[in-house]
């Protein structure tokens, strides 16, 4: 089974489960979009559904890091990231303050400086998230965010045009989302 499948699958279940916990309480669904993939030439797709103070976030991005924050002599880093995280809000109609965790996994692409060769490796990530949601309007929303990624399996080092990359045990990474919620 694909590793895209098994995805939707555990987002699909553990929904399924959460909402039949309370079925009294208003239970809200969004999207959301983030700037950073599209700076970088590529995309983002966010859904999540939430209810009281809690939601739970399925997310797909296509990103490419730029090169200085890459390793001297590699180019070309590309990120395919699927995300399962969860976020706890401070106050109520997610506004305000939040801070999130989940798992993570990138699907990436390097290259080396002469681009000869492009060499591939997977990494599954523990991610740490905070982020404050700003209300435009009664279901609109913007929010900055920033969050820590620690690397927690996956390749340890790929090895292109006779070099060896070693992907990093910390990733941070900030942005801003636009959201939509009903």
Same mark, same amino acid.
């Given at each position: 089974m694909r590793k895209s499948s098994v995805f939707a699958l555990l987002v699909l279940f553990a929904t399924i489960a959460w909402a039949q916990q309370t079925p009294h309480k208003k239970i809200s #669904?969004? #999207?959301e979009q983030d700037v950073l993939p599209y700076v970088t030439g590529r995309y983002f797709a966010g859904a999540w559904i939430?209810?009281?103070?809690?939601r739970i976030r399925a997310i797909t991005a296509k990103v490419h890091k730029p090169d200085f924050i890459i390793k001297d002599g590699f180019t070309n880093n590309k990120v395919k990231a %699927?995300? +399962?995280l969860a976020d706890y809000f401070l106050k109520? @109609?997610?506004k305000g303050w939040w801070a999130g965790t989940g798992l993570v996994y990138w699907k990436n692409s390097i290259q080396t400086n002469a681009r000869l060769n492009t060499g591939y490796y997977d990494t599954w990530l523990f991610n740490g998230s905070? !982020? %404050? @949601? +700003?209300k435009l309007g009664q279901h609109f929303y913007i929010g900055p965010w920033s969050g820590l990624h620690f690397k927690i399996g996956g390749d340890k080092h790929v090895i #292109?045009? !006779?070099?060896?990359?070693?992907?990093p045990f910390v990733n941070s990474e900030a942005s801003v989302k636009f959201g939509a919620y009903f």
């Open positions: #669904v969004g #999207v939430g209810r009281d103070h809690i %699927y995300a +399962f109520s @109609n997610w905070i !982020g %404050y @949601n +700003f #292109v045009d !006779g070099k060896t990359f070693m992907p």
